[in-house]
């Protein structure tokens, strides 16, 4: 639902679910109940990155660039995930996805970074 504030979520004790969700539309101040199973909330469309703007390359839309197929980004041993990295699905789902591939990319980067520092010695 758009322009729409989350007031209460109803549910039940015992068994413990969710039965409905009461909602304020943010236009018209209207408060309706709405009988549903569950909830799912969406906190927009604009990735939070300025923290990163002018040290990673992003696309015009404010999204991290990250190699096709990968989490690696312009910067070696930085890896990019989730909601800053995906501009088609931008989901939990696949923020978890991408979560575990930035892991492994982190954990292959620094076995690598292990490995010449043992190099070295």
Same mark, same amino acid.
């Given at each position: 639902?758009?322009? $729409?504030? @989350? ?7 015992? !068994?413990? #679910? ?6 304020? /539309? &943010? ?21 939070? $990155?300025? @923290? ?7 696309? !015009?839309? #404010? ?6 197929? /990968? &989490? ?9 995930a989730g909601d800053v ?8 789902? $696949?923020?978890a996805g991408l979560g ?19 190099a070295a010695e």
């Amino acid at each position: 639902m758009w322009n $729409t504030e @989350l007031e209460e979520v109803l549910g039940t004790d015992h !068994p413990l #679910g969710v039965t409905g969700a009461r909602l304020k /539309s &943010t236009l018209t101040g209207k408060i309706i109940t709405l009988p549903v199973d569950g909830i799912f909330i969406a906190i927009g469309h604009v990735p939070q $990155t300025q @923290l990163f703007a002018g040290q990673l390359d992003m696309k !015009p839309s #404010g999204y991290i660039v990250t190699e096709p197929r /990968s &989490t690696v980004t312009n910067i070696t041993g930085v890896f990019a995930a989730g909601d800053v990295a995906d501009d088609v699905y931008r989901q939990a789902v $696949t923020a978890a996805g991408l979560g575990c591939m930035a892991a492994l990319d982190a954990e292959k980067y620094l076995m690598g970074r292990e490995t010449v520092a043992a190099a070295a010695e």
